[in-house]
T-cell receptor
Framework: GENVEQHPSTLSVQEGDSAVIKCTYS??????FPWYKQELGKRPQLIIDIRSNVGEKKDQRIAVTLNKTAKHFSLHITETQPEDSAVYFC?????????FGPGTRLSVLP | DTEVTQTPKHLVMGMTNKKSLKCEQH?????MYWYKQKAKKPPELMFV???????INESVPSRFSPECPNSSLLNLHLHALQPEDSALYLC????????????FGPGTRLTVT
């Protein structure tokens, strides 16, 4: 089955800097890769996703890149703000279900 | 309306109690999911309903019993739980099982005493 790894597990950046979170997956048949943001005590919220027929997708300060050959995808957040502080989960569609990465705790320091 | 709702928000129950968690969506989605999330961990899939039929059971203990009364509602019946079952229980829905985006409800924080 699918296995998703995520790095780093924790990340601290200064406000205004960029943050990058990387995930790798094992199933070459996976074709959908969402990213979720989960604030403390809240639900996971879909912030961006990418399908395997696209190499990059951008939405304002957030972008995701996908390298199918290497089986890895990354989340890029530019001009970070304190409200970006949260746990971020990547996921890959393994079979018909999502497999989540273990999460990255992002702290944006003022 | 892209909202999934869940009740109750918090639940404390003893190991001999029977309780139910409820989930509702009005987005016309035909796939609904139950996830369990422990602290500092990702959500773990428990059950998937596709077109109101249980299509997968990820080897979840029988003390958890799902029910899908109609395409908008999803229940999770709880009985004889253990303290280690304490967690955040998340409901999610998607347009269909598979590729489509999953939207999560706010979750029920369950504590088993």
């Amino acid at each position: 089955g699918e296995n998703v790894e995520q790095h780093p597990s924790t990340l601290s950046v200064q406000e205004g800097d960029s943050a990058v979170i990387k995930c790798t997956y094992s199933d070459s048949a996976s074709n959908y890769f969402p990213w979720y943001k989960q604030e403390l005590g809240k639900r996971p919220q879909l912030i961006i996703d990418i399908r395997s027929n696209v190499g990059e997708k951008k939405d304002q300060r957030i972008a995701v890149t996908l390298n199918k050959t290497a089986k890895h995808f990354s989340l890029h957040i530019t001009e970070t703000q304190p409200e970006d502080s949260a746990v971020y989960f990547c996921a890959a569609r393994g079979g018909q279900n999502f497999v989540f990465g273990p999460g990255t705790r992002l702290s944006v320091l003022p | 309306d892209t909202e999934v709702t869940q009740t109750p928000k918090h639940l404390v129950m003893g190991m001999t109690n029977k309780k139910s968690l409820k989930c509702e969506q009005h987005m016309g989605h035909r796939a609904m999911y139950w996830y369990k999330q422990k602290a500092k961990k990702p959500p773990e899939l428990m059950f998937v309903y596709s077109y109101e039929k249980l299509s997968i059971n990820e080897s979840v203990p029988s003390r958890f019993s799902p029910e899908c009364p109609n395409s908008s509602l999803l229940n999770l019946h709880l009985h004889a739980l253990q303290p280690e079952d304490s967690a955040l229980y998340l409901c999610a829905s998607s347009q269909a099982r598979g590729v489509y985006e999953q939207y999560f409800g706010p979750g029920t924080r369950l504590t088993v005493t």
